[in-house]
Protein backbone atom coordinates (compact mmCIF):
# COMPACT_ATOMS: atom_id res chain seq x y z
CA UNK A 1 0.00 0.00 0.00
CA UNK A 2 3.01 2.27 0.99
CA UNK A 3 4.57 2.21 -2.38
CA UNK A 4 1.53 3.00 -4.50
CA UNK A 5 0.77 6.10 -2.13
CA UNK A 6 4.53 7.20 -2.48
CA UNK A 7 4.35 6.38 -6.37
CA UNK A 8 1.18 8.29 -6.69
CA UNK A 9 2.41 11.44 -4.70
CA UNK A 10 6.12 11.16 -6.57
CA UNK A 11 3.31 11.11 -9.77
CA UNK A 12 1.06 14.11 -9.20
CA UNK A 13 3.86 16.03 -7.55
CA UNK A 14 5.88 15.90 -11.23
CA UNK A 15 3.33 17.00 -13.04
CA UNK A 16 4.11 20.50 -14.68
CA UNK A 17 1.05 21.65 -14.99
CA UNK A 18 -2.69 22.02 -13.31
CA UNK A 19 -4.22 21.96 -17.01
CA UNK A 20 -3.08 18.44 -17.45
CA UNK A 21 -4.48 16.49 -14.82
CA UNK A 22 -8.18 15.21 -15.96
CA UNK A 23 -9.66 16.82 -13.04
CA UNK A 24 -8.58 19.22 -9.83
CA UNK A 25 -5.34 20.50 -9.43
CA UNK A 26 -2.13 19.75 -7.50
CA UNK A 27 -2.68 20.20 -4.18
CA UNK A 28 -5.97 18.67 -4.37
CA UNK A 29 -4.42 15.83 -5.49
CA UNK A 30 -1.69 15.47 -2.48
CA UNK A 31 -4.26 16.31 -0.22
CA UNK A 32 -6.52 12.93 -1.64
CA UNK A 33 -3.55 11.03 -1.57
CA UNK A 34 -2.17 11.86 1.54
CA UNK A 35 -5.20 11.94 3.48
CA UNK A 36 -6.84 8.99 1.68
CA UNK A 37 -3.50 6.54 1.64
CA UNK A 38 -4.27 3.56 -0.54
CA UNK A 39 -7.96 4.84 -1.44
CA UNK A 40 -6.54 7.91 -2.35
CA UNK A 41 -3.98 7.13 -4.42
CA UNK A 42 -6.31 4.63 -6.35
CA UNK A 43 -8.68 7.51 -7.04
CA UNK A 44 -6.13 9.08 -8.14
CA UNK A 45 -4.83 6.70 -10.56
CA UNK A 46 -8.22 6.38 -11.88
CA UNK A 47 -9.18 9.60 -11.75
CA UNK A 48 -6.68 12.58 -12.15
CA UNK A 49 -3.43 11.23 -13.29
CA UNK A 50 -2.71 12.60 -16.87
CA UNK A 51 -3.72 10.96 -19.88
CA UNK A 52 -0.10 10.10 -21.19
CA UNK A 53 1.50 12.38 -23.42
CA UNK A 54 -0.41 15.85 -22.51
CA UNK A 55 1.61 18.87 -22.60
CA UNK A 56 1.83 21.76 -20.30
CA UNK A 57 -0.01 24.93 -21.87
CA UNK A 58 2.23 27.12 -24.65
CA UNK A 59 4.07 29.88 -22.87
CA UNK A 60 2.41 32.66 -25.38
CA UNK A 61 -1.02 31.59 -23.45
CA UNK A 62 0.39 33.01 -20.17
CA UNK A 63 0.72 37.08 -19.78
CA UNK A 64 3.79 37.91 -20.92
CA UNK A 65 3.74 41.46 -18.91
CA UNK A 66 2.08 41.33 -15.35
CA UNK A 67 -0.07 44.84 -14.95
CA UNK A 68 1.91 47.73 -13.50
CA UNK A 69 1.30 48.10 -9.67
CA UNK A 70 -1.58 50.85 -8.49
CA UNK A 71 0.05 53.80 -6.85
Known amino acids: ???????A???AIRVPHDSM?????????VLVILFGN????????????????SQP????TLPSNPPAPAG
Open 21 to 29: FRAGTKLIW
Open 9 to 11: LVD
Open 57 to 60: PPLE
Open 38 to 53: LVGSIVYMAVGRPVAG
Open 1 to 7: GWILTIW
